[in-house]
């Protein structure tokens, strides 16, 4: 009798996903007479996103390892939120993220790509590499108002499944510790350092107020852009003076005014981080610190060359110059992987979670996040995982007050277990397995090219 393989179709128009029965084709080639065409695309179309049942037993050892962990997950991120650091600076986070991996026989290796807040952890030797990205940074004065606690726990959780069934499912799982999301672009500098060449699949999750499996993110500029002056006195002789105050002043009302023609999904928001040191003295040097927003690359091209003339007005305006600097890496937005995001929605369905239809997930940009670079070229997803905050959303202190409490608690546990069973249908799958094992071929082949 033939094999009847079960699949999971995702139908992201009517929002669910459907298990059926399949059986192999005659010539012993499985499904591949039924793969649609653009399946070894680089996304996967999402009503094609057929994904193949994993091995119960597999899934419940996995489950039970997760299990096993729980009371020190919790206290991983309840001490990581209780000692918040910020970015490149997060050497404590990295210690107490290390620990539990550490224990159960991870390979450990600090400072990859140059970054000293950076890491990987392995465990297994199997060929298909399954990333698990975890997040320790903290924000300015506000602390875990990101619930970056949550995704390094969740993260590790997943992780220590994963290994539970690495041999099972013939993977090697990478957690790669990320420093610097909230400004720095950890993940970009690893990316582009080769930390992610042999990652297979790059997952993890992140808090929010709501339940989004497909989220969207927006492609982000971080910019410095600095006014060069000339000082003298602000009474006596101004006439000698060239204002760089004066300069930002006509520059932020520029920008203000630019807002009424910006593209559907621009935004532009910054703060004067420097204007002078006295009253008395005619300011020769000021600051803007300026984020640049846009749905995708090419929308945000087009706002920084808009935004680039605002700040050259106010500079020709007040008789300066000045300069623009990019502080960190380019974000790119979030393209998640049609399977994987398909596989991760019906998981946190099954853990009683429900998250909000496709077709508003473009309504509820989370931001900004070097995730996005990552889905740019290796298959990924980047889901939000609610917990109850009252109300508060993130970057607010309510919000970083919440990442402690039990919602937060479940969060982690919820979030762990579903990537775990996310990366595991996926690698049983042999369909995905080898489009994407196919993907890593080309980027390592690709980026040989570019040494020579």
Not at 3 to 27: A, Y
Not at 88 to 113: D, Y
Not at 213 to 229: E, K, N, P, R, Y
Not at 388 to 402: N, S
Request: negative net charge; glycine residues 8%; contains cysteine.
């Amino acid at each position: 009798m033939p094999e009847i393989f079960r699949l999971t179709w995702c139908d992201k128009s009517r929002s669910q996903c459907k298990t059926v029965g399949m059986s192999p084709s005659r010539n012993g080639d499985d499904r591949n007479s039924h793969v649609p065409i653009g399946w070894h695309d680089n996304v996967v179309p999402a009503s094609d996103a057929a994904v193949a049942a994993a091995d119960p037993d597999v899934l419940a050892a996995s489950d039970a390892a997760l299990a096993a962990c729980r009371d020190q997950l919790l206290a991983l991120s309840h001490e990581i939120h209780a000692e918040p650091e910020l970015a490149f600076e997060e050497f404590r986070s990295v210690a107490k993220t290390m620990e539990p991996l550490r224990e159960r026989g991870f390979h450990i290796e600090s400072g990859v790509a140059d970054l000293p807040t950076a890491f990987t952890a392995e465990y297994g030797s199997g060929d298909l590499v399954v990333g698990i990205c975890a997040e320790y940074d903290a924000l300015p004065e506000i602390g875990h108002a990101c619930g970056h606690n949550i995704i390094a726990a969740s993260s590790v959780g997943a992780a220590l499944a994963l290994a539970a069934v690495a041999d099972e499912c013939g993977i090697t799982v990478k957690l790669l510790g990320t420093p610097a999301e909230e400004s720095g672009g950890g993940k970009v500098l690893m990316l582009d350092r080769g930390v992610f060449d042999d990652v297979a699949m790059a997952l993890m999750v992140h808090p929010g107020p709501e339940d989004i499996a497909g989220a969207h993110s927006l492609a982000l500029a971080d910019l410095s852009v600095v006014f060069h002056g000339r000082e003298s006195h602000a009474s006596a002789a101004p006439q000698y003076g060239r204002n760089a105050l004066d300069a930002l002043t006509v520059a932020q009302v520029a920008l203000g005014l630019l807002r009424q023609h910006l593209q559907p999904g621009q935004q532009l928001h910054g703060i004067v981080g420097s204007g002078g040191v006295a009253p008395n003295i005619v300011p020769g040097h000021a600051e803007l610190l300026y984020y640049l927003r846009a749905v995708d690359s090419a929308a945000l091209d087009d706002l920084m060359q808009r935004a680039s003339a605002c700040f050259e007005a106010g500079a020709l305006a007040t008789g300066c110059t000045h300069e623009i600097r990019k502080l960190a890496p380019t974000y790119t937005e979030l393209t998640p992987d049609s399977a994987l995001l398909c596989a991760y929605r019906e998981q946190i369905r099954q853990l009683g979670r429900e998250p909000i239809a496709p077709q508003f997930e473009a309504a509820r940009p989370l931001g900004s996040t070097d995730m996005g670079n990552v889905t740019n070229v290796i298959a990924g997803i980047h889901p939000v995982i609610g917990i109850d905050a009252g109300g508060a959303v993130t970057h607010q202190p309510a919000f970083a007050a919440a990442a402690v409490n039990a919602s937060a608690d479940r969060a982690v546990m919820d979030g762990a277990t579903a990537l775990a069973r996310t990366a595991i249908h996926i690698a049983g799958d042999k369909v995905h397995r080898d489009r994407l094992s196919e993907r890593v071929i080309q980027r390592q082949f690709q980026r040989q090219e570019d040494i020579r």
